[in-house]
Each structure stands twice: as structure tokens, then as C-alpha cells.
């Protein structure tokens, strides 16, 4: 029987048993259970991890040491004391016995046959080590890929700088924020970053576009968003799916998927046409009106009805609730937003609609954030590589401001035939497998790779694959450098353990110094400890790690520009034009439209419906769907159906189903159905990160269906590279047979 050459492996070992014991489990607001004594609680200073907004808070132990209480810092401008589920939840991944606990190695007997064995740190690093060396030597460092995600991610990209490679990428660009950030870049000559620096506690009106707060629970945003409709905000949702946040709002507009570049030309067409638009402001900051105005008088709300399914009178209607609230509106750029292949030009839209409306740099709009630096260690200069990830795009994607994964997948493809190509991965804090779009793409890049490292806390799809396994203790049980957040004051933030690692697991910045030993590049980790270099450069910014570790937060005061335009201020945006450019001479340089264009995008055939997912404020994708605190608030995906298509289709409430996608591909599990009126009839609805397919995850193996499947179909943004991942559709299955599964008569 032929095998593949990286078989897919359970997190199983041969050899001697894994560390076990376990630790007392506490429900998700972190009320302890189980001491019965008198707690003596010790805090100590952290940042959550279990999703980008990175909340500050108190990590409590209790008398035996162990962690059992986290609690939001009150002086973070991120989460002002309040944690949301899942970073109140974070202790779970502490607790998890289900974690990598030691180092594991691929290993293969004289049958052919695949399994981990466990290993030491000296072995597993030494292994690391001599396979870097070695496809050096081979094919250049360049070869080497780094895919990233959070703060661990920081450690490893020091490191393989300093190997040689530039093919660093983490997959929150091109799957996720990336069209948002070019798009804003374009226009007011500024990417947004995180958290987006949005004024939504003095806002009038606010528009939601595919941004779905309360699910996304993007804690300090949802926070002022309770704050804005206590004063009396208007809130507009455009969504075919009546979310959390529709249901708070004055206006729900169930759109039709794929034309909201429609809706918002139309928009900006009663925008212009009626004159709500700040005429000072436009006429002092921006590049382009007249143009516009000519080019948008074909998008009426007439035209945009028979596109979007809007009626032209809601169109208007909102267009004025936005017009009566410039400039203290907010038209939200969002956050995932990859949908069709033309996001970037449809975020132009969101972004000129708010120049329009002369939010940009305004109380209630979009204020001008700032940003702590930290000063670290003086380190030799990096090598700098004889490619990247650049030239394998072929001249395309100029605009992109930082590395597209799905390129840097393609270069370490079978198909590709160029001299540059990847030949081995280091994967940190990334499930790749269940983040890219097109499994069946990723695992042959996997496959085509000789040699794949990855770290992670918990076992994952890409531990599977890997070659050597490092297990990561938890950001509850390290140091890591302080976050730097933007915001309306810049602040830091501290992280430092709050107890030893479980099991066998190390921080990465400890690995990365240990593998720079090995790699003759300890130069570039010029200490003994990560503490002294966070002291560094604590102390150049006037403060220490002791007195970090007693407040966890410092606000600074604002040494640049004001947070808002003063009166008539004299601005130069860091545009062509020096100008907010409505017309983007950037774009049209580069050969694409200089206004944002519509296209009709395909539509699902008879029987088949648009395939929609999103979030749950419980979760953050699959690096929770296996934690014990959140798995208990949702244990897995269901998928939305309209009333009308289960009629049709005789389905019932928590019946499981199976999807089939327009290219043949099955979903692997089955999910339960879930009956709503909350969904347009021409679209179905999950939850992203469930259906894991790694056995060792007890509570997240097989729990509802892996979204990811379904998403074979996909759309290249042709200004940033992007993934689309929206344009794929899928017909409902109610009966399995063997490999095959077909619609019961």
C-alpha cells in the first residue's frame, strides 16, 4: 500500500509515558472551586493570548501555587479591567491536559510504519539544529519559511533573520487584514494595525459591514459600543446574518452576499447627491471629489437594489443617519476581511465613505493613535537575503506591505518549478492546515517539505505533520516582551509567569536563544535571560521590571500629534497627492481602477447554498475549541439554516447533516442544524475552528465539522494578494454511507 512520505500522526509516542497529573478545573469567570483552606493569593502581571487584543490582567495563584483567578488590569485602555469569556477562559489552556508536555521527534521503524517518539530538549534542539544547517548548506537560507502568529511569533522571526530568510509570514495578513490595511494606506496614507484606533465611545452613528462585534468581542470595542448606544448612537448592521450586533441596532440590512461594493457606491452616490457630505473637510483634505462625483452618478440606490436586495428607501435612509451624525460616525473597516478577491477595492469604499463624511482624524470618528517603543539589546545587522517570497510572486502584489503565507505555501509547492523554493518549514503558534484555504494545496506542500518544525501548546493538525514537535508552556507561565499597544495614550504592558511551566514544556524565547547557540548565531540573543532585555529597555523608557510587576500597566503621556484635527489644521498625509485620495493615484500607477469597482460574483446554483462563517465570542477559532472552562459555554458548531430551505429540504432542529461543497469535497464530521429565521434563505452559517481531526484533543476531536473544508474555491485579491474565501457554496447532506454520502430520497 503506498503512504505518504509525512503521514498525518495523533499526538501518540512510543517510549516511556508522558508527564501526567492534573489541576483543579474552575468555571469560565475563574471562581475557584476547590481549595477548601484559606487562599493566600499571590498576583502576578500578564497579557491574554488567546486572541490579538491582547487585554492586560492579574494572573492569581493560589496557596499550593497554582493559578486559579484571572482578572482584567483596570488600568489597560485595552480592556479597562473587564475580561470577555475567552480571556477570562484562558485558564483552561493552563489546565488542559491535553497539551504538548515534552518534545517529540517523527520516527520510522524497518515496516515503514510512523510514529513521535518523546525526546529531551538537548535531542529535539540538537535535531532542529543540524536540519537548518543542513538545508542551508543545500538550498540557501532562504529555503526556510517561517509561518508566525502572536507574541512567540516575535522570538522566532529574531531568529531566522539573523539564519538569512525573509519568508516570514503570518497568516493574520493575507487570510484575514490585509485588504483593510492596504486599502487605508491608499487612501489616507495610514494602515489602521491593532487595535484599530476608532473612536466608538463618542460616535453618532456607526456603521457595521461584515464586522461583527460581540462575536469578534473585540473587548475594548464592544465596551465603547455599549457605551455609544447608551447615548443614544445609531448603529447600522449590514449582514445576511442577523448577528449580535444587528440585534442592537436601528437598521438591519440582510444584504446579499457578494454585493456590498454595490451598497456602498450607492451610499456614496446619495452621500454626494444630497450634499451630506463635510464639504470644508473634503474640500481642505482630499484628492479627487470632482472625479468621483462624475463617476458615481451611476450607482443609484435604484441600481444597488436590484444587486443587493436593498430597498432604495433604506438605502437613502441610511445614508442620512450617517450624513446627520458627520463627522462622529464611524463606517467600521472590519477585521476578517477576505471574502470575494476584490476586498481591497471594497474596503476603498468603507475608507472614502469615511473621508466623505470627514471622520478621519475627528472626535467620534477615527482618532490618531500612538505607540510605545522599547529599545532592546544592540544586535549585529541581519544578512540580507538574495530572495524572498517577492520574487516568486512575479511582479504582482507591489502593494502588499508584508509577506502573503498562500505565496510562500506556493513556493514550497511540487508545482513549483522556479529556482527559489521552500524546502522547510518552522511553524509557530499557527494551525496552517485549518487557517489557509485549500487543505488539499496545504498538505502537498506539507508533504513536499523536507524537514517541519512546530511549536505549539497544544497538539494541533500542523503538529501532525511536523518532524519535530516543541511543546510551548502557555503565556501564563512566561516571560515575553512587553506588548506595545496603539492606542489613545501609548502604554505597556508586562507578561512574566505566574508559575513554572507544566510538563515539559519552555517559552519560546528560550528555545530560539538555545537554537541561536547551535546555529552560531548567538550574537543576535545577547543575554542570559529575556528578563534583562525587557529591564533594558524598561529602564531607557523611565521605569523597571520592578515596577512593572507591581502596576502591569503604564499610560504614557503623547509626545507627537494631537488625537484629533484641530480647526483647519494644516495636514500632509503620507500620500502621493499629500492628500486624502479619493481617487487613488497609487492604484491607477499600479494598472487597477482608481475608484473602487463593482463585479458581480457568481451565485450558488440550484440546491446549493453560500457558505458563511464566522465567530463566537466564546472562541477563538480552533486554539479554544478543545479548551475544558470554554468548551463548556459551546462544545461545537451548528450550522444555520433559514426556515424556508429546512421546510424544503425536511430537516429538523439538531438534526446532523453533512455538506458537500461545489467541488465534491465532504465534510469529514457531521453537524447538528440549527433552525433561524437570523439567516437569508440563499445562505447557510457556522462557527470557524470546530471539527478538529487530531484524536488526542478529547474534547475538540469530531465536535461539529471543520469549516475549512468547505473552502476550496478561492479568490486572489489582485492588489495585496488576499484570499477570498467566501465564494464557495455547499448543498446539505442527511445521510452517510461508507466514503460515500448522498441527499436520502
Not at 525 to 550: N, V
Amino acid at each position: 500500500m503506498k503512504t505518504t512520505r509525512r503521514e498525518f500522526l495523533k499526538i501518540s509516542t512510543i517510549g516511556a509515558g508522558g508527564l501526567l497529573f492534573s489541576t483543579p478545573l474552575f468555571n469560565v469567570f475563574g471562581k475557584n472551586e476547590t481549595p477548601k483552606s484559606e487562599i493566600k493569593a499571590k498576583r502576578y502581571a500578564n497579557y491574554c493570548e488567546v486572541c490579538f487584543w491582547s487585554c492586560a490582567l492579574w494572573a492569581y495563584t493560589n496557596s499550593d501555587g497554582e493559578i486559579w483567578k484571572l482578572i482584567g488590569n483596570q488600568t489597560d485602555p485595552n480592556c479597562n479591567g473587564r475580561l470577555c469569556p475567552r480571556g477570562t477562559g484562558g485558564i483552561g489552556m493552563y489546565n488542559d491536559n491535553d497539551r504538548l508536555k515534552t518534545p517529540l521527534i517523527r520516527v520510522q521503524d524497518a515496516d515503514g510504519n510512523q510514529s513521535f517518539k518523546e525526546a529531551s530538549w538537548e535531542e529535539a534542539l540538537d535535531l532542529v539544529a543540524s536540519k537548518l544547517k543542513t538545508i542551508k548548506e543545500k538550498h540557501g537560507a532562504e529555503s526556510v519559511a517561517l509561518f508566525k502568529h502572536g507574541s512567540s511569533g516575535k522570538h522566532f522571526q529574531k531568529l531566522m533573520q539573523a539564519y538569512g530568510t525573509g519568508n516570514i509570514s503570518g497568516p493574520a495578513y493575507a487570510q484575514c487584514k490585509g485588504p483593510r490595511e492596504e486599502a487605508f494606506k491608499l487612501t489616507f496614507g495610514h494602515a489602521l494595525h491593532s487595535p484599530e484606533p476608532l473612536d466608538i465611545r463618542d460616535s453618532k452613528c456607526m456603521v457595521l459591514i461584515g464586522s461583527h462585534l460581540g462575536e469578534n468581542m473585540h473587548n475594548g470595542q464592544v465596551q465603547e459600543m455599549s457605551d455609544a448606544i447608551d447615548n443614544g448612537a445609531t448603529i447600522i448592521t449590514v449582514d445576511p446574518r442577523f448577528s449580535t450586533a444587528a440585534s442592537k441596532s436601528k437598521y438591519w440590512l440582510p444584504i446579499k452576499p457578494a454585493t456590498d461594493i454595490a451598497l456602498l457606491l450607492a451610499w456614496i452616490n446619495v452621500i454626494i447627491d444630497e450634499k451630506l457630505y463635510d464639504k470644508e473637510y473634503v474640500e481642505q483634505y482630499t484628492y479627487g471629489f470632482d472625479l468621483l462625483k462624475n463617476y458615481i452618478q451611476r450607482f443609484t440606490p435604484e441600481w444597488a437594489f436590484i444587486e443587493t436586495t436593498i430597498k432604495p428607501d433604506i438605502i437613502r435612509k441610511t445614508a442620512r443617519e450617517m450624513g446627520k451624525a458627520s463627522p462622529a460616525v464611524i463606517v467600521h473597516p472590519g477585521r476578517h476581511v477576505t471574502w470575494y478577491g476584490d476586498d481591497t477595492q471594497r474596503i476603498r469604499a468603507v475608507a472614502i465613505l469615511n473621508a466623505l463624511l470627514g471622520s478621519w482624524g475627528r472626535r467620534g470618528g477615527f482618532f490618531a493613535p500612538e505607540k510605545a517603543k522599547l529599545q532592546k539589546m544592540k544586535t549585529p545587522k541581519n544578512p540580507k537575503p538574495a530572495w524572498s517570497w517577492r520574487d516568486l510572486s512575479f511582479g504582482k502584489y507591489n502593494l502588499a506591505s508584508m509577506a502573503i503565507s498562500n505565496i510562500v505555501v506556493d513556493a514550497s509547492h511540487p508545482d513549483n518549478t522556479s529556482d527559489k523554493q521552500i524546502k522547510a518549514w518552522v511553524v509557530i503558534g499557527t494551525n496552517l492546515p485549518t487557517t489557509l484555504p485549500d487543505m488539499k494545496h496545504t498538505e502537498e506542500a506539507i508533504q513536499n517539505q523536507e524537514f517541519i518544525v512546530a511549536i505549539d501548546t497544544m497538539p494541533a493538525e500542523i503538529t501532525s505533520y511536523a518532524d519535530v514537535v516543541l511543546p510551548e508552556c502557555t503565556y501564563l507561565e512566561r516571560y515575553d516582551y512587553p506588548r506595545l499597544a496603539q492606542h489613545r495614550k501609548p502604554n505597556i504592558s508586562l507578561r512574566i509567569p505566574a508559575t513554572e511551566p507544566r510538563f515539559n514544556s519552555k517559552p519560546a524565547w528560550w528555545m530560539a536563544k538555545e537554537l541561536s547557540n547551535r546555529l552560531g548565531l548567538a550574537d543576535y540573543f545577547p543575554y542570559k535571560t529575556i528578563e534583562e532585555d525587557i529591564e533594558y529597555g524598561l529602564k531607557l523608557k523611565g521605569t523597571s521590571l520592578e515596577e512593572m510587576k507591581k502596576i502591569g500597566v503604564k499610560v504614557l503621556e503623547r509626545e507627537y500629534q494631537n488625537l484629533y484635527f484641530k480647526d483647519n489644521e494644516e495636514i500632509e498625509f503620507n500620500t502621493n497627492t499629500g492628500k486624502i485620495e479619493l481617487y487613488s493615484t497609487e492604484l491607477q500607477a499600479n494598472g487597477f481602477d482608481p475608484f473602487p469597482k463593482y463585479t458581480k460574483h457568481e451565485q450558488p446554483q440550484a440546491g446549493y447554498y453560500r457558505f458563511i462563517y464566522g465567530r463566537a465570542p466564546m472562541h477563538t477559532f480552533s486554539r479554544t475549541t478543545n479548551n475544558p472552562n470554554l468548551i463548556d459555554l459551546q462544545d461545537q458548531n451548528k450550522l444555520w439554516v433559514n426556515p424556508k430551505v429546512a421546510k424544503d429540504l425536511g430537516l429538523e432542529k439538531d438534526q446532523k447533516v453533512w455538506l458537500k461543497n461545489q467541488d465534491g469535497i465532504v465534510s469529514t464530521f457531521p453537524i447538528k442544524i440549527r433552525i433561524t429565521e437570523r439567516i437569508r434563505w440563499d445562505c447557510v452559517y457556522t462557527v470557524h475552528g470546530f471539527g478538529r481531526n487530531n484524536k488526542k484533543l478529547k474534547r475538540g476531536y469530531a465536535a461539529g465539522m471543520m469549516d475549512t473544508e468547505m473552502i476550496s474555491n478561492v479568490k486572489i485579491d489582485d492588489v495585496m494578494g488576499g484570499t477570498g474565501m467566501r465564494s464557495n457554496f455547499v448543498t446539505i447532506l442527511t445521510k452517510k454511507t461508507d466514503k460515500k454520502q448522498e441527499v436520502e430520497s
